[in-house]
Nanobody
Framework: EVRLVESGGGLVQAGGSLKLSCAASGFTFGDYIIAWLRQAPGKEREAVVC????????YYPDSVKGRFTVSSDNGKNTVYLQMNNLKPEDTGVYYCKIASTWGQGTQVTVSP
């Protein structure tokens, strides 16, 4: 069974940092698109980073560029999202997605 499990969410004050983890089981990282997405209440889900594992090309939207960084540990089959200088508008449920598989999400709440 292919599974993704996110962790690391929580409550943080504006300006703080969090590091999310996405542990993959049931498959090995390969030539996939890896993405972190978020969904805020009342808003559509949006991607905050997309990575092509074939060439490591990475996309960050302007809203998070310079503050969020994606990384991975292939030996642990884990993808990370380091989030710095968090803002209240970063609040939402964060999901990782590898190929067509989604995780269950982890809540990130940033207080003013």
């Amino acid at each position: 069974e292919v599974r993704l499990v996110e962790s690391g969410g929580g409550l943080v004050q504006a300006g703080g940092s969090l590091k999310l983890s996405c542990a993959a089981s049931g498959f090995t990282f390969g030539d996939y698109i890896i993405a972190w997405l978020r969904q805020a209440p009342g808003k559509e889900r949006e991607a905050v980073v997309c990575v092509s594992s074939s060439d490591n090309s990475t996309y960050y939207p302007d809203s998070v560029k310079g503050r969020f960084t994606v990384s991975s540990d292939n030996g642990k089959n884990t993808v990370y999202l380091q989030m710095n200088n968090l803002k209240p508008e970063d609040t939402g449920v964060y999901y990782c997605k590898i190929a067509s598989t989604w995780g269950q999400g982890t809540q990130v709440t940033v207080s003013p």
